[in-house]
Structure formats: structure tokens, C-alpha cells
């Protein structure tokens, strides 16, 4: 299943691999099977962003999760640019893994992302979408309606914020399914 979002036209951006100039309507992949050929972008952005870009052990990112997870794969054209992944817990998705090329970055591909979890938990039966955000993504999260709750605190040397958004009708209580993140 393809879902296509459209990055705003006057954003143009670097290829990450060619570093040409690249602009165009970003679409996100559900990959349900990480024997699927295209599981294989996710690793590698994956890889590039949180083990060379953050310095992230193997051992930490690579979690023995993916098999159990929903992906979803961002491209521009033919070139892969964001991943995310998500897991259902107690009636909750759980968006993690979520990593943009830096040459993309606040081009819209994120958003993408994130609107096609979202999604994915609604036609999934969940309540609402859970994340730990690194601290200087939580802006981010936050233009997309997610709240902050606990305290902040480490994971793999990086300060997280654990969030939430309610995909419930509005009378609806968020503060369920803030157990076990």
C-alpha cells in the first residue's frame, strides 16, 4: 500500500547520494515484512542516521523489534529519504526508529511519515500514537499536536521526552496508555 504527500514545491533540497537538486512529492511505502525487498532502505537510513549520524551502538538500535513491526519508507523519486516503524502496545501505536537524511530534513518527509502512521494506528483500532522524542525533536512533535509527559531522560546517551497524541474522539481521555513505553 502506497500513500503519497506532497512536499511544498518551493523546497528544494540535496540528493543525499548525488547531491543534486531534488524536489518533488514524497511517498511513504507500508512495509508489513521486513523479508520485503524495500525493508532494506530502512535498515540503511536507519544505520546512517542514529549509528554514524549519533553514534548509536549496533547493539541498541538493531533491537530484534523490526520483525514485529510495521515500517514505513519514505522516498522522493527513487531515492529512499525517511524511514519510522511501529509497533501496537496495549491498544496504542508506538512510532519509533523515526529518521529523515539530513539533506531532507524540514522538507515535509517527516510529517509524511507521521501522518502515514497515524493512519495506519486509526485503520489498526489504536487509541492513540506513543513516541520517545530525542529533546530537540520534540518542537517537531509538538507543530503535530503530540504532548509531552514524565520527565526527560536518557536513552543510548541522547535526551528523550516520551509524548502522546490521542487518536480518539476528543472527549476521550489521552492518559491512558502511558504505561510501559
Given at each position: ?8 514545491p518551493d523546497i528544494r533540497s540535496k540528493d ?30 536507519r544505520r546512517m542516521v542514529f549509528q554514524f ?83 530537540e525533536a520534540v518542537g517537531f512533535y509538538e ?39
Amino acid at each position: 500500500m502506497g500513500m503519497t504527500w506532497e512536499i511544498n514545491p518551493d523546497i528544494r533540497s540535496k540528493d543525499p547520494v548525488s547531491g543534486a537538486g531534488m524536489l518533488g512529492p514524497v511517498s511513504i511505502e507500508v512495509i508489513r515484512s521486513t523479508e520485503d525487498p524495500r525493508y532494506a532502505h530502512c535498515s540503511k537510513i536507519r544505520r546512517m542516521v542514529f549509528q554514524f549520524g549519533q553514534n548509536v551502538p549496533e547493539a541498541r538500535e538493531v533491537d530484534g523489534l523490526d520483525s514485529s513491526s510495521i515500517h514505513f519508507l519514505a522516498t522522493v523519486g527513487e531515492e529512499a529519504v525517511g524511514v519510522a516503524r511501529m509497533r501496537i502496545h496495549e491498544g496504542w501505536a508506538k512510532a519509533e526508529r523515526v529518521a529523515v537524511m539530513g539533506a531532507v530534513r524540514g522538507a515535509g518527509v517527516g510529517r509524511a511519515l507521521m501522518a502515514a502512521l497515524e493512519f495506519e494506528a486509526v485503520e489498526q483500532g489504536c487509541a492513540g500514537v506513543l513516541l520517545s522524542s530525542q529533546l530537540e525533536a520534540v518542537g517537531f512533535y509538538e507543530r503535530l499536536h503530540y504532548i509531552s509527559f514524565g520527565e526527560p531522560y536518557y536513552d543510548a546517551d541522547i535526551l528523550h521526552r516520551d509524548m502522546r497524541k490521542s487518536l480518539a474522539q476528543p472527549d476521550e481521555d489521552q492518559s491512558a496508555g502511558t504505561q510501559g513505553l
